[in-house]
């Protein structure tokens, strides 16, 4: 299967684990909860599937790679205890709580969350002295004479023997208390979660045209050479921060992810390319309505590679302005209901405290800070939505400070002060919106100009289409070009592709 269907399964596993019966009972007892044992090649998203589910479903997450740990940290340590037995004292072998239990402990105490997900990683690579340890671990539940607490759900991971010399095979007795899940590599699904985890544009782009470079795991006399998806992840984290500093990415810093030397090397001449497009056809121009002549005339005679790596350009830029109208209007959003949360106290404030709305208002913020970093710790919180509360609380420290400086004589007046403050954030909100729409009627106009209904007007819509922060953003705020192009463009395609499925099957029974 591959890592959505996966995703899916775990996230209504957990789900049905933790729900109770009328008495307040797990419905399933935790006997018969089965662990599920996800089997994978490395770098295919084992780990950022468990961060997604156990922040979906609103748990904790606890995450070990076990490989990392000897058996003492796993089952505890020894200690020696005082018993009597039949009336004779004797010395007995105990074990302190073991180190992953404790974490599990832990966690529930930082972040108030009783119930969680136990993820243990590469469990079959373990070393022989803690391979009992975690055969019993998935058998029974425990480690050592610990049991992991109810209310835990346990996700185990391995990658099968044909990428880990350390494997070691499950007994059967084993693999029948547990729920097994094989996982395979899959760059459609995969292409799904990078949109939204905001992926750099030239890697979506360059796995487009090169779909069979987005995982290879490859062994000859040089050695392992391999691409996963984490090298692609990791290497756009890079690459947008690169940007930002003004750095420039090379063939060398390129390989340090994509260990796999001529996917490396290509993909390198093909960022240095994406970014020579970017510069030539003069995308910011584009998206301004500022296009030149002479572009148009170069794309007549560009190969289909560069004019889909224009469209990329196109779509990158977009997204970058859809992103940031959507941010602003979820910070307006948590604004003004932290407002309206504020009239309600102000109300409660007596009028002859002295700096009594500033001293209230303060304590708002930092009780919302407070709760950001309680989320925080949890895992509760995706990267937008941490970015949306950061940014949140900069306005309202910002609105501190005016409430402050103005030394509000009541409590209607330091809310008609917040209140004038809030106008400012809705009109750059406005603002955002204004200059994304502007903008994507701007890549419309080019789009219709350079290419009409073209394939490469077809990737244009459908990549909007498919884009969580493009869908969000004309969902919320229309264009009638785009509702028109994905009502008959798509069509045509579909239909054109239906057509050429029966065509196909025809000939292979003989024109029938």
């Known amino acids: ?265 290509d993909f390198s001449a093909y960022l240095d390319l994406y970014y020579k497009y970017r510069d030539d056809y003069g995308v910011e121009e584009i998206l301004a309505g500022q296009a030149k002549p002479a572009v148009f005339a170069r794309l007549l005679q560009a190969p289909f590679d560069e004019r889909l790596s224009l469209v990329s350009l196109i779509l990158s830029g977009l997204s970058t302005r859809f992103t940031a109208s959507r941010q602003a209007d979820a910070v307006a959003d948590s604004c003004y209901a932290f407002l309206r949360e504020t009239k309600k106290a102000l109300a409660t404030v007596p009028e002859d405290i002295p700096d009594g709305s500033a001293e209230m208002f303060h304590q708002q913020i930092a009780d919302y800070d407070a709760e950001t970093q309680q989320k925080r710790e949890a895992g509760l919180l995706s990267k937008d939505a941490l970015t949306t509360r950061l940014q949140v609380l900069a306005v309202l420290r910002g609105w501190e400070g005016e409430l402050r400086r103005a030394n509000a004589a009541g409590t209607q007046e330091a809310f008609d002060l917040l209140r004038g403050q809030f106008r400012s954030l809705a009109d750059a909100r406005e603002t955002a919106q204004q200059a994304a729409s502007a903008a994507l009627e701007a890549a419309f106009d080019f789009m219709e100009q350079a290419f009409a209904e073209s394939q490469e007007m077809v990737v244009f819509v459908t990549e909007l289409t498919v884009n969580p922060v493009s869908h969000a953003f004309l969902t919320e705020n229309g264009c009638e070009r785009y509702f028109q192009y994905n009502k008959d463009l798509l069509l045509d395609h579909r239909k054109a592709a239906l057509q050429q499925e029966l065509a196909a099957e025809q000939r292979r029974h003989g024109g029938v």
């Open 1 to 265: 299967m591959n890592i959505k269907r996966a995703k899916e399964e775990i996230e209504h596993t957990v789900k049905a684990y933790l729900a109770k019966d009328a008495l307040g009972e797990y419905a399933i007892p935790a006997i018969r909860q089965r662990p599920i044992l996800l089997m994978g090649p490395p770098g295919i998203g084992k780990t950022q599937v468990m961060e997604q589910v156990a922040r979906e479903c609103g748990v904790a997450l606890v995450a070990y790679t076990i490989t990392h740990h000897t058996r003492q940290s796993a089952v505890g340590l020894p200690f020696i205890r005082q018993r009597n037995y039949g009336g004779r004292d004797v010395s007995v072998t105990e074990y302190t709580m073991s180190e992953i239990i404790a974490s599990i402990y832990a966690k529930m105490e930082a972040t108030g969350l009783k119930e969680g997900i136990l993820f243990i990683d590469e469990i079959n690579c373990v070393s022989e002295t803690l391979a009992p340890t975690m055969l019993q671990f998935l058998q029974c539940k425990t480690f050592g004479n610990q049991a992991v607490p109810a209310g835990w759900v346990i996700v185990a991971a391995g990658n099968p023997p044909e990428y880990n010399k350390s494997v070691r095979d499950f007994d059967i007795v084993t693999l029948d208390r547990v729920r097994r899940m094989d996982i395979e590599p899959d760059l459609p699904v995969w292409k799904d979660y990078a949109r939204a985890a905001h992926i750099h544009s030239a890697i979506l782009s360059y796995l487009e045209l090169h779909p069979q470079n987005f995982y290879q795991i490859n062994a000859d006399v040089d050695g392992t050479q391999f691409v996963t998806a984490r090298g692609w992840e990791d290497l756009s984290n890079l690459l947008d921060t690169y940007e930002t500093l003004g750095l420039q990415a090379d063939e060398d810093l390129i390989r340090e992810y994509i260990q796999h030397p001529k996917i490396a090397e």
